[in-house]
């Protein structure tokens, strides 16, 4: 069994989409930033692996996006995210299209729509969701992200250097991963293990960030740190926890891994 591939968070929309979307990204990027920036919070990003299959693969992002002042969250909104995370994408759409019905302009529920149409193969639709996104919140980090995201494969430099702009202006862990995953894509694994360290140190408890670092240390011929991370990322599921990846699997490349060390 060869080392896991790495979560992925996109999938390429079809050329023409591709070449819309990236229009509309060149033009957000360059949008003037707001006189005050927002304090945004993302959960883990899941998505379909070669080799390590969630129950549900999921190639894009589920993002969940709260705000620092907001009191309570809508329970539409809470719904939709735990059926996300679930896998239960029916469930997770019309609890987002329940919310969005009320509010059409909900960036929160837009981004939820997105990851749904993502993980349901249909990246022109979770493109243009993020595009509804940013015609709310043009600086949105995690919409501007997502789209760049489904951009990655169709031009790989030019998101690149839109990612890099992104965390020059709001460094997150969600940027760093995103950057991860776009070097991972490519095989460029040093670049792609220093992006996924730097997203585990600014959010050492997500269990994304990581298993993609434990990847990333095996493919530059690391075992003994990957295994420790491998380990890390279990322990951070917990025993009810919604995997984005599979334990069983994972458990059977650390069982390999403490075979070769011995």
Partial sequence: MAAPS?????????????ASLAAVA????????????????AAVPAAKNAEIRAAEPAPESAVKVLRGAQAEINPDLAQGYQALQEGRLEAAQ????RLLRQEPRNVDALLGMAAVAARSNNPGEAGRLYLR???????????QAGLLNLLGSADPA??????????????SAFLHFALGNLYAAGERWPDAQQAYFQAHHLEPANPDYTFNLAVSLEHINQPKPALTYYQRALQLLGSDGAATFDRAAVE???VQLKRMAE
């Fill in 6 to 18: 790495p979560l992925a968070a996109s999938q390429t929309p079809p050329p023409g989409d591709a």
């Fill in 26 to 41: 060149d033009r957000v990027l360059e949008q003037p930033r707001p006189a005050e920036k927002t304090t945004l919070h």
């Fill in 94 to 97: 019309a609890a987002y299209g």
């Fill in 133 to 143: 996104a940013l015609d709310v919140e043009p600086k949105n980090t995690f919409a």
């Fill in 158 to 171: 030019g998101s690149e250097a839109k990612l890099k702009r992104l965390l020059a202006d709001q460094p």
């Fill in 252 to 254: 059977a490349r650390m």
